[in-house]
């Protein structure tokens, strides 16, 4: 039998032993951080301005003025969110100028194929100024910083990913996203074409073959 010291020492060395499973290399919900988690992209609007000035001597707008207003509807068009705004100065003694100029730009965005609907008025209050401001919101992805070597493989009990796993491509995705919003919320997706769906309901119901035609001779060469 053994002896109360002997009891004692493997009593002890037992709870030794539970203690240190309680408190050991365990993974547990604070480890199981995805790879976006870990590397978050930030979503950042920004205000993205065009300044055009209203010359009281011209009638129209300059083919400049009209080469970067094109530009910046397509800019719109691609990234933009929100109204596209056009500010007129108030307050001035050529008001007028800049309310027939702001018709100006107005056309001319809509001639680059913005919609009526999208484009807004404002106004600023001013002295003098002869200055139109238009502009739109747009957003900006910020990936996080990578580069963190320590303790990156050495006394890895817990058989985690390394700090930098992943950091990459979050920092690609950010700098390949053509619109930094789709990361907020899904791109309005455009309506059906009623039309088609019309025409296959109407060849379903006269029998007619409704799958796309195939060529097996195409099918034949690829095959060789």
């Known amino acids: 039998m053994l002896n109360k010291v002997t009891k004692f020492t493997l009593l002890a060395s037992a ?3 539970a203690a240190s499973c309680a408190s050991g290399p365990f993974n547990g919900p604070e480890h199981a951080k995805t790879v976006a988690e870990a590397h978050p992209i930030s979503v950042d609007s920004q205000i993205v301005t065009l300044t055009i000035d209203s010359d ?3 009638t129209e707008l300059s ?3 009209k080469a970067r207003l094109r530009a910046f509807a397509d800019a719109y068009l691609r ?3 929100g109204a596209l705004t056009i500010t007129a100065p108030s307050g001035a003694a050529d008001d007028f100028d800049g309310q027939e ?7 001319a965005l809509h001639d680059a194929g913005v919609s009526w609907e999208t484009l807004a008025g404002a106004t600023y209050r ?3 100024g002869r200055q139109l401001i238009v502009s739109y919101t747009h957003y900006v992805a910020t990936p996080s910083e ?3 070597w320590t303790g990156t493989t050495m006394n890895n009990y817990r058989n985690l990913r390394s700090p930098n796993y992943g950091c990459a491509t979050q920092n690609n995705i950010a700098a390949m996203l053509a619109d930094p919003h789709d990361l907020i919320a899904p791109a309005d997706m455009s309506p059906r074409d009623a039309e088609a769906t019309v025409r296959a309901f109407e060849a379903y119901r006269e029998g ?3 799958a796309s035609e195939t060529d097996t001779n195409i099918n034949a060469e690829l095959s060789n």
């Open 15 to 17: 709870a030794a032993l």
């Open 126 to 128: 001013t002295g003098s």
């Open 146 to 148: 990578c580069g963190i």
């Open 63 to 65: 083919g400049v003025d």
């Open 208 to 210: 007619e073959v409704t």
């Open 56 to 58: 009281p001597g011209k």
């Open 79 to 81: 990234s933009g969110h």
């Open 101 to 107: 100029a702001a018709a100006d730009i107005r056309q």
